[in-house]
Nanobody
Framework: QVQLVESGGGLVQPGGSLTLSCLASESIYNKGAMSWYRQAPGKERELVAVITNSGRKTTYADSVKGRFSITRDNAKKTVSLQNNALKPDDTAVYYC????????WGQGTQVTVSA
């Protein structure tokens, strides 16, 4: 099973931006779609973004649509999530995973949006 390590989280003010990165321990080329999830305290994990194997199609949760952007760089073995116009409700631990392997997520990276 490939190992995934999320990074790039931090503390930002509302309206700020962060770029989250997910580094894989091995190739992600032709490994299928990849996803970003988030989980806030006391809440279930929420699917926020998906990128297809080809990288040509992306989907987003309504709560982040228009503000977040998911990309993948197969050569660098990374999947990124660009978070713009952040809101306090975006505060959560963010995880990436292979869509076909739900157990593949790493330790996550904390995003905190607070005035």
């Amino acid at each position: 099973q490939v190992q995934l390590v999320e990074s790039g989280g931090g503390l930002v003010q509302p309206g700020g931006s962060l770029t989250l990165s997910c580094l894989a321990s091995e190739s992600i080329y032709n490994k299928g779609a990849m996803s970003w999830y988030r989980q806030a305290p006391g809440k279930e994990r929420e699917l926020v973004a998906v990128i297809t194997n080809s990288g040509r199609k992306t989907t987003y949760a309504d709560s982040v649509k228009g503000r977040f952007s998911i990309t993948r760089d197969n050569a660098k073995k990374t999947v990124s999530l660009q978070n713009n116009a952040l809101k306090p409700d975006d505060t959560a631990v963010y995880y990436c995973q292979f869509a076909t392997k739900p157990s593949s997520w790493g330790q996550g990276t904390q995003v905190t949006v607070s005035a």
